[in-house]
């Protein structure tokens, strides 16, 4: 069964208490880099434009094709060492953030321990349904965390307040004792 219909269901209160389930893994979404896709589309559709006004020599173009081969060469290293660096899960009973590539930092937040969820987009990251989750929590190494690179970030940010929620009940914990 899918993590998203086994939550939807109700199947993670009715697992059993100590299982602890894997609702949602993600790693960093190229829709988390829009902001720098979207300049560097721009970029080269001006350098494209004024390359056939401005450089007339073959010399200009070659510089100007250069500029941009390279731009797209390098956010395209940048989107895949974010990538490879940055790992997510999100379980029944915790938040789980793993970074870097050749030295591995992991942070992991209890559900019961997270007070606030939050999401920011800017706008190409909402016309893309991307962006960033923002999380407060009562962790003392932790407090709060920013989850970038996010695809359907409303759904990730739902499907993380509600497996504080649910984790809450079980384990009889309200808000008010907090």
Request: proline share 1%; charged share 25%; net charge positive.
């Amino acid at each position: 069964m899918a993590a998203d219909s086994l939550l939807a269901a109700g199947g993670v209160a009715a697992a059993n208490d100590d299982e602890e389930i894997t609702l949602w893994t993600g790693t960093y979404s190229w829709q988390g880099m829009a902001h720098e896709v979207g300049l560097a589309l721009l970029a080269t559709i001006a350098l494209l434009l004024a390359g056939s006004q401005v450089f007339a020599d073959k010399a200009s173009r070659q510089v100007a094709w250069s500029v941009v081969g390279l731009t797209w060469f390098v956010l395209v290293c940048v989107l895949l060492v974010r990538k490879l660096a940055v790992r997510y899960e999100i379980t029944n009973q915790r938040l789980i953030h793993k970074r870097g590539i050749f030295r591995r930092s992991v942070n992991r937040i209890e559900a019961i321990d997270i007070d606030d969820v939050g999401v920011e987009q800017n706008l190409l990251e909402r016309i893309l349904g991307a962006g960033q989750v923002w999380i407060r929590s009562s962790d003392q190494s932790h407090p709060r965390m920013r989850m970038g690179g996010i695809a359907s970030v409303h759904r990730v940010s739902e499907l993380i307040d509600e497996t504080r929620r649910r984790e809450r009940l079980r384990r009889g914990v309200y808000v008010e004792t907090i």
